[in-house]
């Protein structure tokens, strides 16, 4: 049974770091990644990472403050997010797909499997 697990969420001030972790079990994927959602909105696409080619790609939004990486030997996938901006505040959820592909992933759609949220809250 394939189970994801997000840990790491909460309440930080704008500038400040925080480091979330999704704990995979179940099987391995080639491809995993975060999104987030605000309340009232549709889950926006932030960061994957794919273990065939070894890249990663993000969101504009994101890319050079936000870090994508897998522990293999801790079997987690983890965000590392700087200088955080209020306009990060969400739920943020880790996904996995079971496609095996070189094409970068980033419509909810392409995802199976899914971690039941982190909540990260940024003040200004």
């Known amino acids: 049974q394939v189970q994801l697990v997000e840990s790491g969420g909460g309440l930080v001030q704008a500038g400040d770091s925080l480091r979330l972790s999704c704990t995979t079990s179940?099987?391995?994927?080639?491809?995993m990644a975060w999104f987030r959602q605000d309340p009232g909105k549709g889950r926006q696409f932030v960061a994957v990472?794919?273990?065939?080619?070894?890249?990663?790609y993000y969101a504009d939004s994101v890319k050079g403050r936000f870090t994508i990486s897998r522990d293999n030997a801790e079997n987690t996938l983890d965000l590392q997010m700087n200088s955080l901006k209020p306009e990060d505040t969400a739920v943020y959820y880790c996904?996995?797909?079971?496609?095996?592909?070189?094409?970068?992933?980033?419509?909810?759609?392409?995802?199976?499997?899914w971690g039941q949220g982190t909540q990260v809250t940024v003040s200004s």
């Open positions: 996904a996995t797909s079971l496609k095996y592909t070189i094409v970068v992933l980033i419509s909810p759609s392409d995802y199976h499997y």
């Open positions: 990472l794919n273990t065939i080619t070894n890249k990663t």
């Open positions: 179940g099987r391995t994927f080639n491809t």
